[in-house]
């Protein structure tokens, strides 16, 4: 029998796409030139920063060599569009001459990657770039393994037409909170997994249990109430993603203590648990089931405001409310 390879080393290789904005030629051309001479063949040039804006909006670039002081479109301003729209799965160099290093050094906070001043030394800029490298496939590989468990999942919802989507959902709402709560780039990747795997466990539950449509009696309840159990134990055996395994054991707790599986209450339970529970409970308040029709989506936010303090976190309810028009945006079709 044939047997299919897998090889992992040929994604390795796989080319990176490098853009390459600053308005000075020559300096364009020495960095060209510096990433073609590394093997780099994928490299694009913008001449200034409306240049860049375009061609960040077409494509998303593994790697930008961003200078800061470009005539129309401030770097700054590119940066901005480069975090809003891709996070910090875009590797970025900004390039800087040496008045503006402490604007550079600033913008490290918030995500540039590194930074060269000019005029360049050589050995600078391959210090910078083989770091940059190396990051750009560090964020591939996550990449792909967000990508199989995300595929993981899809094959496990499909089977629940009540389930199709939700954990997809439950990540994007889930993100958009974190994100306006300004968690760091790290927690809200791990709330992505802890999102895409919170309900793996329900595949071990009797779909006609899941859908029926009546009251669940005692014992049905009880093996309803295992799933985040059975999502924990299952993923467990996976050593990268041992920090999720709170998030899903305890998406269903509430701030009240009233949840599930231990009746926790407030701080107890972890920031991105709480932060998921609520996406996870907007999903299902919007979403249709076989004992309850959908509710809109601006009911919903009224009644997890009016709950807020109660079953959830007055500072996660009032970071959804700030971002619920685009989480509103997002109800199932
Ligand atoms: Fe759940």
């Given at each position: 029998m044939p047997s299919v390879v897998l090889d992992l080393a040929e994604t390795e290789r796989d080319e990176l796409s490098i853009l390459v904005a600053d308005d000075d030629?020559?300096?364009?051309?020495?960095?060209?030139?510096?990433?073609?001479?590394?093997?780099?063949?994928?490299?694009?040039l913008a001449r200034d920063g409306l240049e860049a804006l375009d061609a960040i909006k077409r494509y998303k670039y593994d790697m930008?060599?961003?200078?800061?002081?470009?005539?129309?479109?401030?770097?700054?301003?590119?940066?901005?569009?480069i975090v809003s729209m891709y996070g910090d799965d875009v590797v970025i160099i900004v390039t800087t001459a040496y008045a503006s290093v402490e604007q550079a050094?600033?913008?490290?906070?918030?995500?540039?990657?590194?930074?060269?001043?000019k005029p360049f030394r050589l050995h600078d800029v391959t210090g910078a770039l083989e770091r940059a490298e190396q990051?750009?496939?560090h964020l591939r590989a996550l990449a792909g393994s967000m990508e199989l468990v995300f595929t993981m999942v899809c094959l496990m919802e499909n089977k629940d037409p009540y389930l199709?989507?939700?954990?997809?959902?439950?990540?994007?709402?889930?993100?958009?909170?974190?994100?306006?709560?300004?968690?760091?780039?790290?927690?809200?990747?791990?709330?992505?997994?802890?999102?895409?795997?919170?309900?793996?466990?329900?595949?071990?539950?009797d779909l006609r249990i899941l859908h029926k449509p009546g009251?669940?009696?005692?014992?049905?309840?009880?093996?309803?109430?295992?799933?985040?159990?059975?999502?924990?134990?299952?993923?467990?055996?996976?050593?990268?993603?041992?920090?999720?395994?709170?998030?899903?054991?305890?998406h269903h707790e509430r701030h009240d203590g009233s949840g599930y599986p231990e009746g926790l209450a407030g701080e107890e339970i972890p920031l991105c648990a709480r932060v998921l529970g609520l996406a996870d409970a907007y999903d299902a308040m919007t979403s249709e089931r076989p004992y309850r029709t959908a509710m809109a989506p601006e009911e919903a936010l009224r009644l997890i405001e009016a709950q807020s303090g109660v079953l959830w976190d007055p500072d996660v309810v009032a970071a959804m409310i700030a971002v619920a028009p685009k989480v509103a945006l997002m109800v199932p079709a």
């Open positions: 030629e020559a300096i364009r051309d020495l960095l060209s030139d510096t990433l073609r001479r590394r093997g780099f063949t994928d490299v694009t930008v060599l961003l200078d800061l002081r470009m005539p129309g479109v401030h770097g700054v301003e590119v940066f901005d569009n050094v600033d913008l490290m906070k918030r995500g540039v990657y590194d930074y060269i001043v990051r750009c496939r199709r989507n939700h954990s997809a959902r439950v990540r994007d709402y889930a993100v958009r909170i974190a994100r306006s709560m300004g968690l760091d780039s790290r927690e809200i990747r791990l709330l992505e997994y802890a999102a895409l795997l919170h309900d793996v466990g329900k595949a071990a539950i009251p669940l009696t005692p014992e049905e309840w009880a093996l309803v109430k295992r799933h985040p159990v059975i999502s924990r134990d299952v993923i467990s055996p996976v050593k990268h993603l041992s920090r999720i395994l709170p998030y899903v054991y305890l």
